[in-house]
């Protein structure tokens, strides 16, 4: 038939596949200065695939569609498409400011470098002195390293304007209302070495709108040598692709668009496709026409359509006219009559939507493949592939993607907790976002440094890490707070305690508990920093002072000395991290929940459910509520060490969720959850868990007025907002 010969000639050719040039160079840094979500932020990349991880509205997609107004020649963008909402709001009124999106390049090959486009991209090394005494923080120091800028900004006559009316607070006001959007440029640069998401250089460059100041625009503003040399950025694109894979897509009628991916294919391929099976192709497709225009119904329309004409016109002035199949033989024509069917089913229609979003993306991988063959460097976005497919082949898809060759980079967003489990942490993005604003964290960045200088340790900590996070990473890189804990005891029962307590669950309040399973916490805490991911984390452990008589064989004479030690270690190491902080029982997990409220009649109750024997539990119980503080302490250890800490934990915490006992969370315990929640607690979610909670206040200040005695009414509800308050006013480096 004559598609079975189409696609014969078609898929003749992507099964020869294309061939492409290996190349070092890669995308290694995407710098965003106020643009959506982004006030200053930089993302990392690698060579290979990479991932952009964070939650729904984080900004994923902003960072992905900051790369193609830059890269990718099919995205269209320009002063007449710029928008107020483009610029990031924190920065209040965005009249005069300037967005600035960059990317840096790495590892260029000599052979790379003798390209003219490439080596109009790359930075000179050789600084102007006074440049130098500007004290900029510069992007890079290096001979193979590039970078391409866009900067939308107000054109030169506002710039001038604002410098102008520098220190007069009414004029540069003025001047700044008087803005609009038709005042912006586009303008597209290389070699510049000033890193705009560093906020002290774009105020050096841009000025301090705050301050009614601006800087003269001929000085750094204009500078080749500060913010670059202008490009034609088509030139740039011309060596480097970028394929964009959208989510959440309606593949059915995706592949009705002239540009679906399989006409896409055949435009690529098509002056590779054999003569011999063009030109059997157009015979058929010839002699189909002239079959078409023979079926005699079609002839005896066309007879009547002339008799008609005739009868109107006249035999002299009527056309005679030929009812003809004009069926095109053109290949990029042919190509929409190209159709994927599952065998044995009614075609793609058939499907279910993850099925259809696998099969999307495996067309576009082929595309990508096949069309993106620039001589430097394709890049292909994927957003969110796991849209509507099933958790398990979420993480096949991903070790699959079947990209391999050197030219090729792969940027993927994603909020899946599975694909979050198979990405290499060395390779991640974590967007952290705060009211609107967002900022890419990487969990590596120097990460191994720290380990040699502050742990002491040769090996790799990232991959150290990497392996021991498997089953843990994703509660880590999507919580917006973490508690390390050093065993299973804490990890059961302190979700059910805050639960039970607050009536709020941990998952509500955005919090996370990662068991240690030891008391190495340096190690996963110092994932957490300025320069890494900035999330709290709390540590929680025990100090083991002994509280249990000495004759005792639970008496552990050298564990306080131990929990001593790692005290001191681990404020010492963290002590300048205002993102990790310490939080210590004085003597054992066990001990302290037993000591505060009504909460020792969890373990009465637990003995209980572990006993049948009427007497047992009556002994147990007696032991349990003895005066000598020494004695029921060590009841409470000898009930964990009989029935294992673990199991104990897991009664106990039934026992939480279905007692109506006034129960207290200890006071370090409460410290650190307020600590690690600090960020993701909310005024509006206070407020509703007030009036769940009473029944009666809405409102904050109200329900923390003392007249109103609600800290003898609510006392850990009450203590808690106390504690996370207080927390809030101080600077970050005393919380």
Known sequence: SLIATFNTAIFKVISFTIY??????????????????YKYSSFNFEKGTNTIIGENDSGKSNALVALRLLLDDRYYYSQKTLKESDFNRSIGDWKGH??????????MTIQETQKEIIASIMQDIDINESIEQLNLSMSNETTDKGNVSLIIRPVESIRIKLFEAS?????????????SLIDYEFLYLSKGFVDFSIEQNYKAIVGDFNSYSAPDPSILQNSESIIGTKIIINDVTNYISVVFVDALRDVLLLMTKGNNPIRNIVRTIENKIDDSDVKQVREKIKDLNLSIANISELKNVQGSLNNKLVEILGLIYSPDLSLTSNISDEMDSLSKFLNLNPENEEGLISLGLGHLNMIFIALKIVEYNI??????????????????????????????????????????????????????????????????KSVATQPFNG????????????LDLTQSLERYLDSKRSTLLFSKGVILVEGDAEEIIIPSLVKGVLGVSLDEIGVSIINIGSTSFEYIASVFSDKRIQRCCAIITDLDEQAVPTNSKLYKEQAAQKGRERRDKLNKLFQDNNWVKSYFAETTFEIELAGVGENIQLYKKAVEELYVNKLKISEWKSKLIDTSVENKNEAVLKLADKFGKGWLAVIISQIIMKTNYNLLIPEYIMDALVFASQESITENFLKKLINQTTGKYDDIE?????????????????????????????????R
């Open 447 to 458: 990460l191994n440094q720290f380990g040699s200088d502050n742990l002491q340790i040769k």
């Open 167 to 179: 220190g007069d607070p009414i004029k540069f006001t003025e001047v700044i209302n008087s803005i």
């Open 702 to 734: 109200e329900f923390m007025d003392p007249v109103n005695n609600n800290n003898l009414d609510f006392p850990p509800l009450f203590k808690f907002i106390q504690k996370l308050m207080l927390i809030r006013k101080k600077p970050a480096d005393e």
């Open 371 to 436: 069309s993106s063959t620039r001589e430097v460097l394709n890049i292909m976005l994927i957003q969110e592939p796991e849209a509507h497919i099933h958790q398990h082949i979420q993480k096949t898809l991903f070790r699959n993607l079947g990209i391999e060759d050197e030219s090729t980079q792969v940027i993927m967003t994603t909020h899946s907790p599975n694909i979050a489990e198979t990405s290499e942490i060395s390779r991640m993005n974590v967007i952290k976002s705060v009211d609107g």
């Open 98 to 107: 300037w967005i600035v999106i960059s990317v840096d390049f790495e590892g």
């Open 20 to 37: 492409l040039k290996g190349s070092a160079m890669f995308l290694s840094k995407l710098k965003i200065t106020n643009f959506r979500n």
